[in-house]
Nanobody, 113 residues
Framework: QVDVVESGGGLFHPGGSLRLSCVPS?????MAWYRKSPGTARDLVAD???????TYSDSVKGRFTISRDNAKNTIYLQMDRLKPEVSGVYYC??????????WGQGTRVTVSS
């Protein structure tokens, strides 16, 4: 059993910033953040390799930064210049090549004035 715990969600104002954290109960080679908004599928926001190479969806490039601290077995999603359309439930996804994928329970982000 692997536990994946996200934190950092809440209510934020447009233009503000926040940082999400994800801590799995064991290390994984690749980790990612997904977002589920009302009426949409769970979409990839950003992912990062074990070596720290990030990729981003076009909608968040330049505003979000994914990073990882391997010593703490933690990944982060820094979200800047918040807009209401980034609201949703953010899920952490952890996987290693050839192995199963694990999801956290999600943390809700609401951007509203």
């Amino acid at each position: 059993q692997v536990d994946v715990v996200e934190s950092g969600g809440g209510l934020f104002h447009p233009g503000g910033s926040l940082r999400l954290s994800c801590v799995p109960s064991r290390p994984f080679a690749s980790m990612a953040w997904y977002r589920k908004s009302p009426g949409t599928a769970r979409d990839l926001v950003a992912d990062i390799t074990a070596g720290g190479v990030p990729t981003y969806s076009d909608s968040v490039k330049g505003r979000f930064t994914i990073s990882r601290d391997n010593a703490k077995n933690t990944i982060y999603l820094q979200m800047d210049r918040l807009k209401p359309e980034v609201s949703g439930v953010y899920y952490c996804n952890c996987y290693s090549v050839g192995g199963p994928t694990f999801w956290g329970q999600g943390t809700r982000v609401t951007v509203s004035s």
